[in-house]
Each structure stands twice: as structure tokens, then as C-alpha cells.
T-cell receptor, first 115, second 118 residues
Framework: AQKITQTQPGMFVQEKEAVTLDCTYD???????LFWYKQPSSGEMIFLIY??????QNATEGRYSLNFQKARKSANLVISASQLGDSAMYFC????????????FGTGTLLAVQP | DADVTQTPRNRITKTGKRIMLECSQT?????MYWYRQDPGLGLRLIYY???????NKGEISDGYSVSRQAQAKFSLSLESAIPNQTALYFC?????????????????FGPGTRLTVL
């Protein structure tokens, strides 16, 4: 069965420091996609970054980068130079098998950025 | 204007009542999804639709039904609401998946509907 695991229920980070949010996944498929979403306290889901299983380079989007280690089945999100506005819940998700574009989500990590 | 809208944004209802959550999108996407979010469980898929005539159950469809009235509208109904359906409900849309599963194809989420069943 396909599964996403986020083992950090909550994390603290000092403003301006980098933080890594862990995500491991389980799939027997060779072709899959991995997503990170941010959910601030207001509740909306904001897409951050995407990594395809065949992408040779780690994805980057501004201060966000994805540390993709395919052999270890991990897709950790790295946020550089944390800002107070980064305080939010972060979800890792995987596109499941087939071409349905359904997403399987992890349970999330609550990040608190401290001044 | 928001691309994916949900109404209502908040709703409190009583056990046994029928309630409908509505989702509209202006993105022109053919695929629409309903998820629910519970604390500590992440988002789970309730139903999804590839087009007006194609409705599919997700992992937790019991107690829910859906209607795809048009390409842009996808409604979720709770025929007889119960307290454990208290949750945050999200509608999402995406374009058709082209090429391999690993190709980029983001889902766009609505703002969510917070439902409380007393």
C-alpha cells in the first residue's frame, strides 16, 4: 500500500535559521510525484514544491528546496532563512498509482518560527 | 477572484440533518476532488470526479454523496450528519494528468469549509 510518513508532529526553529521537515514514502511504483503543501492557521492549502520520481535534480522554489533521496524513499523539505510567516502546518503528499492524480497525504508537521 | 471557491465557509448543524457543501472553480479543470481533514490524520479523499459523468469513491466515502452538476461545480452531501463528520472539508481541482504519473500536475485547493455536527 502507498503511504506517506511524517514523523515530526511539531518543530521549533529560530527566525533566519534553516529547518528540515522529514517525509518518507512507501510505494512499489517507479513513477510517482511528491508534493509539499503549507497550511497556515487560516486553513487554506498552499502548494510549495514538487518532485517527480524521474527528476535528477532536487527541486527548488525560492527558499524551499526538496532533498530527494530516492533509494531511501525520502523527500524532506528544507526551508532556508526561516521567517515568522513560515509558521504553519506542512504536509507531504504523493500522487498515487495510475493517472488519477489522487494525492495521499501525510499527517503533517506543525512548524513554529520563533523570533 | 479566487479560482476555487467553497460555500459555506463555516457551518454548524445538528445530528441527522442533511447538509450540502458546494465547490465551484474557474480554472477550467476537468478533475475535482473532495477531502476531509481531521487533526492528526492529514487529508483523506472522500470522492473524486474526472468529468460530469465520471464519479469515483475515495478512501472514506461512507456517509457521503456527491453531485457534479457541471464541469465547474462539485457538491458534497451528508445525507444524515453525525458528530464524527465534524471536520475541515476541502475541494480541489486539477487538470487531466498527461504523460507519466511523475509529471507535474498540481492540485489547487479551495479555502475549506469548517463543519461542526452537534
Amino acid at each position: 500500500a502507498q503511504k506517506i510518513t511524517q514523523t515530526q508532529p511539531g518543530m521549533f526553529v529560530q527566525e533566519k535559521e534553516a529547518v528540515t521537515l522529514d517525509c518518507t514514502y512507501d510505494t512499489s511504483d517507479q513513477s510517482y510525484g511528491l508534493f509539499w503543501y503549507k497550511q497556515p492557521s487560516s486553513g487554506e492549502m498552499i502548494f510549495l514544491i514538487y518532485q517527480g520520481s524521474y527528476d535528477e535534480q532536487n527541486a527548488t522554489e525560492g527558499r524551499y528546496s526538496l532533498n530527494f533521496q530516492k533509494a531511501r524513499k525520502s523527500a524532506n523539505l528544507v526551508i532556508s532563512a526561516s521567517q515568522l510567516g513560515d509558521s504553519a502546518m506542512y504536509f507531504c503528499a504523493m500522487r498515487n498509482r495510475g493517472a488519477t492524480n489522487k494525492l495521499i497525504f501525510g499527517t503533517g508537521t506543525l512548524l513554529a518560527v520563533q523570533p | 477572484d479566487a479560482d476555487v471557491t467553497q460555500t459555506p465557509r463555516n457551518r454548524i448543524t445538528k445530528t441527522g440533518k442533511r447538509i450540502m457543501l458546494e465547490c465551484s472553480q474557474t480554472k477550467g479543470h476537468d478533475r475535482m476532488y473532495w477531502y476531509r481533514q481531521d487533526p492528526g490524520l492529514g487529508l483523506r479523499l472522500i470522492y473524486y470526479s474526472f468529468d460530469v459523468k465520471d464519479i469515483n469513491k475515495g478512501e472514506i466515502s461512507d456517509g457521503y454523496s456527491v453531485s457534479r452538476q457541471a464541469q465547474a461545480k462539485f457538491s458534497l452531501s451528508l445525507e444524515s450528519a453525525i458528530p464524527n463528520q465534524t471536520a475541515l472539508y476541502f475541494c480541489a481541482t486539477s487538470d487531466s494528468t498527461t504523460g507519466q504519473v511523475s509529471s507535474y500536475n498540481e492540485q489547487f485547493f479551495g479555502p475549506g469549509t469548517r463543519l461542526t455536527v452537534l
